[in-house]
């Protein structure tokens, strides 16, 4: 194919303890998929369906770097999550066939201009401004399946200059990972290189520049990343 000008490279995650990388077609992101959160947000926990919102893969921002304090906010938010790659997808999946897609795991944090987010839900508007900006997904390597077992429960938690702000557990998800996947794919055709950003607990704030953060999934791993 001549294409009128170079194409854009290729975004992945790196393998933790490989040389190989996990290229990421999709990066989808699951909306209060934690009661606490979903009460803190000012909405009911019930279990209705879940929602998705995307963000691009190229918002990915890898290797524990800094990560630059965006334009046109004043209130930017950090969501601690596990993120879930997929290594094949489908419609329509059941809950055993979406186990069987899970690829691996990593930390990643939901970087959100809250003060955008909120205007676009006061006008109803789609949320991309407020979640889809450049390095807005900081996230670590991947960690397969094989190395540290189905996460299905264990500790997430993050710090701010080594405050914790942010604590829970992954089984408290509303939605677990087998049925986020299941869900997801009667909305979407799932395909390898799928990522999912599974939600995040209660705790959920601000930051400023010279900020550190510091997460971390049970089973998982540890993200640093300092805001610039």
């Known amino acids: ?38 009460r803190e947000m000012g909405h009911d926990p019930d279990r209705d369906p879940p929602f998705f919102f995307q963000k691009n893969p190229n918002n990915l921002l890898l290797d524990n770097s800094d ?19 997929l290594k094949k997808g489908g419609t329509d999946l059941s809950l055993a066939e979406a186990k069987t897609c899970i690829f691996g795991y990593a930390v990643g944090i939901d970087m959100t201009r809250r003060d955008l987010q909120g205007e676009m839900k006061k ?24 190395t540290c077992g189905l996460i299905e429960t264990g500790d997430i938690w993050l710090d701010v200059n080594g405050e914790r702000k942010q604590s829970g557990k992954i089984e408290q998800m509303i939605w677990n990972i087998e049925e986020t996947i299941s869900y997801l794919s009667g909305l979407f055709e799932l395909a390898p290189g799928d990522i999912i950003m599974t939600g995040t607990p209660a705790g959920v704030g601000a930051v400023k520049q010279g900020d550190l953060m510091q997460g971390h999934v049970e089973g998982v791993g540890t993200i640093n990343c300092k805001v610039v």
């Open 67 to 85: 990560f630059p304090y965006p334009a046109k906010t004043k209130d930017v938010h950090h969501e601690i999550e596990l993120v879930v790659g």
């Open 1 to 38: 194919m001549d294409y009128i000008f170079n194409p854009a490279p290729q975004s992945f995650i790196p393998i933790e303890g490989s040389d190989q990388a996990f290229p990421v077609r999709r990066i989808y992101c699951v909306g209060r998929n934690y009661a606490e959160h979903a």
């Open 123 to 146: 006008l109803g508007r789609p949320w991309e401004i407020g979640k889809a900006f450049e390095h807005s997904a900081p996230c670590t390597n991947m960690v397969p399946v094989e």
